[in-house]
């Protein structure tokens, strides 16, 4: 079984920064592509970030120069830096993998348990 497991959300003002990790645990022979997503109340879950394997990262326009991903192999964790966040980027932050946990498995897509963020303004 795998587990992803967040931490580092909180409050922070507009203009702040925060940085949010994720580390996965459990029976894990590969991790394929790593992400976050967001979710705002009353709104759908959007990608925010994805960092692949070996390490070629995409960005939702609206957090590029302001948001990094970035990944540790060898401790399987994901980083999520977050600079000059704005109000409207309140929301739960969930981290995604997509893992082979054996060398005869396929892939399977895996979610934590989400982290909140809130942006005061």
């Known amino acids: 079984q795998v587990q992803l497991v967040e931490s580092g959300g909180g409050l922070v003002q507009a203009g702040g920064s925060l940085r949010l990790s994720c580390a996965a645990t459990?029976?894990?022979?590969?991790?394929?592509?790593m992400a976050w997503y967001r979710q705002a109340p009353g709104k759908q879950r959007e990608l925010v970030a994805l960092?692949?394997?070996?390490?070629?990262?995409t960005y939702v326009d609206s957090v590029k120069g302001r948001f990094t991903i970035s990944r540790d192999n060898a401790k399987n964790t994901v980083y999520l830096q977050m600079n000059s966040l704005k109000p409207e980027e309140t929301a739960v932050y969930y981290c995604?993998?997509?893992?082979?946990?054996?060398?005869?498995?396929?892939?399977?897509?895996?979610w934590g348990q989400g982290t909140q963020v809130t942006v005061s303004s």
């Open positions: 995604n993998a997509r893992v082979q946990p054996t060398r005869s498995a396929s892939l399977y897509g895996y």
């Open positions: 960092v692949t394997r070996l390490g070629i990262t």
């Open positions: 459990g029976s894990i022979f590969s991790i394929y592509d």
